[in-house]
């Protein structure tokens, strides 16, 4: 019986070191796997990090080229308006030209008489 014992307890051991070695190869496995989650994890935030500020990078550009666009049609109205206005004066100055010269005319040779 000794026997059978030592053999039953032998074969015993053996299960608890066979499963213990089980264990430790899971968990190895385990640990593993998860080192590898991480880094994939960490891989996808750099990239969406990345194509975040390319995005950003993007949007500061085009809001640059839209708000020169925009201040560039804004200058070209105000001195296409200037320029009317300036017109404008010019051809009412023209117009009444004559009847300034004809009063100024008119009053000196008034004061000459």
């Given at each position: 019986m000794t026997a059978e014992h030592g053999s039953a307890s032998d074969n015993l051991l053996e299960q608890i070191a066979t499963t213990e070695q089980e264990l430790e190869q899971n968990v190895a496995q385990a640990r593993d796997d998860a080192r590898r989650v991480?880094?994939?994890?960490?891989?996808?935030?750099?990239?969406?990090?990345?194509?975040?500020?390319?995005?950003?990078?993007?949007?500061?550009?085009?809001?640059?080229?839209?708000?020169?666009?925009?201040?560039d049609a804004m200058t070209a109205q105000r001195l296409a308006d200037a320029e009317a206005?300036?017109?404008?004066?010019?051809?009412?100055?023209?117009?009444?030209?004559?009847?300034?010269?004809?009063?100024?005319?008119?009053?000196?040779?008034?004061?000459?008489?």
């Open positions: 991480v880094d994939e994890a960490r891989a996808r935030a750099d990239a969406l990090r990345q194509a975040a500020q390319r995005d950003a990078d993007d949007l500061a550009n085009r809001t640059r080229r839209d708000i020169a666009r925009d201040t206005e300036a017109h404008r004066v010019r051809t009412q100055a023209a117009e009444r030209m004559a009847t300034a010269v004809q009063m100024v005319v008119t009053r000196v040779l008034a004061g000459l008489k």
